[in-house]
């Protein structure tokens, strides 16, 4: 078991309330051992699975998980489900492309929407800095027309091949 194993073991038992009785019998009765200190790799998966599936699998809040990567929503602004949809759209778009782009996701979701909102875009922990939740709806459905346009090339092409 690793140290950053034995910590979340740890942790997840002290989540769910248990002392050291509970944890020594939730591994008896997982792997039918004793101590953690017995544990095979696979055993430590089962009991940190098991303290997973009796935590709702939610273990640890986004915001702890990585701090610098967590941005909680701001009323008005984009939604997180929106990013996702954009950039969902953006590896649809890719799919089409003739040649592979040297340009990043980042980059070229920056550029789309500095084109289609004229608002000021850049790669990076700034990319949705001004980007409100009615011009993400205007950027998502330029997306979809981008790649309906791209399905209708593709088409093209392979139908004149």
């Not at 939610?58 to 909680?72: D, H, L, M, S």
């Not at 909102?117 to 709806?137: C, F, H, M, R, S």
Request: charged content about 35%; glycine content about 8%; overall charge positive.
């Amino acid at each position: 078991m690793t140290a950053s194993q034995r910590k979340a073991m740890f942790g997840m038992c002290k989540q769910l309330g248990m002392n050291e009785d509970d944890r020594h019998a939730l591994v008896l009765g997982v792997t039918g051992k004793e101590s953690t200190r017995e544990l095979t790799d696979r055993e430590t998966d089962d009991v940190l699975r098991e303290l997973r599936k009796r935590l709702g699998d939610e273990t640890v809040p986004p915001e702890k998980r990585n701090p610098k990567a967590y941005r909680p929503e701001v009323p008005g602004m984009i939604t997180n489900r929106q990013k996702d949809k954009a950039f969902a759209l953006l590896y649809d778009l890719k799919k089409y492309d003739e040649t592979p782009s040297e340009i990043s996701d980042g980059a070229r979701m920056a550029g789309i929407i500095r084109k289609e909102l004229k608002i000021t875009a850049y790669e990076g922990d700034y990319l949705w800095e001004w980007v409100n939740a009615e011009a993400a709806g205007k950027l998502i459905e330029a997306l979809k027309g981008y790649v309906r346009t791209a399905e209708r090339k593709a088409k093209g092409r392979s139908s004149n091949a």
